[in-house]
């Protein structure tokens, strides 16, 4: 099994250190399961231009690669004007429309402010459903009092991302035994 965390904003810290606790508790519980983290921050990443994904090189390739030979995502994305940053649509763009489909997608989002909770709900929600994907249905928001000095300071948001990494692990191992029975039962 291989999950893609994305740490979907190339600026700020929250997201990054959410994601950094998930691939953690990850590694921690789950260390069958191949796990890559890929923070946007690290990466340098051309705009969508229209290109199918493997015509793009460099860490664009990379990126976009990955998150297609994944079976399932946890993604990372801080709210930036009540929506999701510029870095998160653009890897959206880069993939296909069916790009999640057959793959477990977790979110785990950052804000300053519980106002935005809906955002998850009213845009990114959407978006994943729209690509195919298998969404995780319950999330972790993260708010900025649960944070101090790039640490998580809330046990109840730990264990909420315990539970979306058993979820999605959980789901995606389902999900494969229910392809393989469809699967078997044509008989090819």
Sequence with gaps: MKITLLAGSNVGSKTKTA?????????????DVEVTLLDLASFDMVFSD?????????DTKYVTET???SD???????????????TLKNIFDLLPVNAFRDKIVGTIVTAGTPKHYMMIDQQLKPILAYMKAQIVQTYV??????????????DDVIFRIERLVE???TLTETFTKIREQKEAAYGF
Excluded at 19 to 31: A, F, V
């Design 167 to 169: 979820d999605t692990v």
């Design 50 to 58: 229209g290109r199918n994904y493997w015509e793009y090189d460099g």
């Design 72 to 86: 399932a995502i946890i993604i990372g994305t801080p709210t930036f004007q009540a929506s999701i940053p510029a």
């Design 19 to 31: 994601m950094e606790y998930t691939h953690k508790i990850m590694n921690e519980k789950y260390p």
């Design 67 to 69: 998150i297609m030979e």
């Design 141 to 154: 928001f993260i708010e900025e009092q649960d944070f101090l000095r790039k640490e998580i300071v809330n």
